[in-house]
């Protein structure tokens, strides 16, 4: 998730440390950031946070496809295999 401290540490590689939203270097020195950057970053990436959390599970994704007799006959074969193995109980 994009929070306000992943993003200082993105755009500011001599920040170490970010609390209560003041940045710090190394040296425990406090770190002078750009505030509207900082939001431009989060505002122009939290689609991503949004749509990781709406897609369903890569599992279930992978469970279509297979469903739909999209993978090539030799992944289907290993696929296969396993649901006969561990089938649902």
Request: proline share 3%.
């Amino acid at each position: 998730m994009i929070t306000l401290e992943l993003a200082i540490f993105i755009l500011y590689s001599d920040v170490k440390r970010v609390t209560n939203g003041v940045a710090y270097d190394a040296n425990g020195k406090e770190v002078a950031y750009d505030k509207a950057a900082v939001q431009a970053y989060i505002d122009a990436n939290i689609y991503k946070d949004k749509r990781a959390a709406a897609y369903p599970s890569i599992g279930d994704q992978l469970d279509a496809l297979f469903h739909a007799g999209v993978f090539p006959a030799e992944m289907a074969a290993k696929l296969q295999a396993v649901k006969d193995k561990y089938p649902k109980t």
